[in-house]
């Protein structure tokens, strides 16, 4: 098989393309034909030796494929040869194939297409478990969420996933293009924080009480701002730091308001972090996967593709990923998938 190897700690640009022999599935796990893969601003770090987790090298990257099983491993039960999944896994998915344990992995259904099956592994699993579980966000019906970087991966996700929750939504975003991504995926409410205080509109939007819940993947001073819009007693996340600055936090605002702040790291219920708990968590994750693939076949939630690339311009995905051009999610795509979405 065809696959992306990273030999030593490099610049994603710097990888390979070389033939390897095809996985072999675990005992407890998949041999996935992979159809699409995602490519992430993390993959960019991972390939440098720049993340939290280190694969032994050498490694193919790549956490998020959607494709057709394979093969089966030995004590696997859930899915057959021929099955159409999706799955989060290690390392590995910028391949022709690639392994994939079963309690990682969730069912395709009718409608639902590969290259937008790969959002739901990571931008809408995220923002699903940051809204909806109980000691996080908890965002309820009535309650007022506002979602940074709402163009994005993530951001899209946690706007469709408030509205169905019955949240009203304030979404911000760095040009007026992003802007209407937003809007038309159903923020009630749009700010260009690139050009005015989105704080002292928010507290305008929301008569001087703020929000109740911030979902932050952008960092630096959005983070800090945020602090100062939020409600009494709301919660704010972070979940990344796209801007480049991890803010500090300062405790006086926390205190004079009751502000609880709370992370997620999704990996750690996925087992693609230093800390792994995924088989004791499978019973939260999978209904919520199982729970976004059918609201993306309902279109209650549209994943966008913001980009879909061949094996050989990866280095144009990611590019696009860099860049911050990326409405949505970028994949590399293979095969049938790839003759679908029009790649010579």
């Not at 998949?30 to 770090?45: K, P, T």
Request: overall charge negative; some cysteine.
């Amino acid at each position: 098989m065809r696959a992306l190897l990273c030999r030593d700690w490099r610049p994603f640009n710097d990888l390979e393309i070389v033939e390897l022999p095809d996985p072999i599935p675990p005992k407890k796990g998949l041999r996935i034909r992979v159809m699409a893969a995602g490519v992430s601003f993390a993959q960019s770090l991972v390939v440098q030796g720049k993340y939290q987790r280190k694969p032994p090298r050498p490694f193919t990257p790549g956490s998020e494929v959607a494709g057709i099983v394979e093969a089966v491993g030995s004590e696997a039960s859930r899915f057959k040869v021929g099955d159409k999944v999706f799955a989060v896994i290690d390392w590995g998915g910028l391949a022709e194939k690639a392994a994939a344990l079963e309690v990682n992995t969730y069912s395709i259904p009718e409608g639902l297409d590969f290259a937008k099956a790969i959002s739901i592994t990571n931008s809408y699993g995220t923002s699903a478990a940051a809204l909806m579980w109980p000691n996080l966000l908890n965002v309820q019906a009535g309650q007022t969420l506002l979602v940074h970087g709402a163009a994005g991966g993530v951001g899209i996700a946690a706007v469709e996933i408030g509205k169905i929750l019955g949240a009203i939504v304030i979404a911000t975003a760095s040009s007026d293009e992003k802007l209407e991504i937003a809007k038309s995926h159903g923020a009630d409410h749009v700010i260009n924080y690139s050009n005015t205080s989105f704080r002292d509109v928010v507290m305008d939007l929301t008569n001087g009480f703020g929000v109740n819940a911030c979902y932050d993947p952008v960092g630096g001073d959005v983070f800090t701002q945020s602090l100062r819009c939020m409600a009494v007693e709301g919660r704010i996340m972070p979940v990344g730091f796209a801007g480049g600055d991890i803010p500090q936090i300062p405790a006086n605002i926390l205190l004079v308001k009751n502000i609880t702040v709370t992370g997620l790291n999704m990996g750690y219920y996925m087992g693609w972090s230093p800390y792994d708990a995924r088989y004791e968590s499978e019973s939260k994750v999978r209904p919520i996967m199982e729970k976004l693939a059918q609201w993306t076949v309902t279109g209650d939630i549209r994943p966008e593709l913001a980009g879909a690339f061949r094996l050989e311009d990866f280095r144009d995905a990611m590019s696009m990923v860099l860049g911050r051009k990326a409405i949505g999610r970028v994949a590399i795509a293979f095969d049938e998938e790839a003759a679908r979405l029009g790649l010579e």
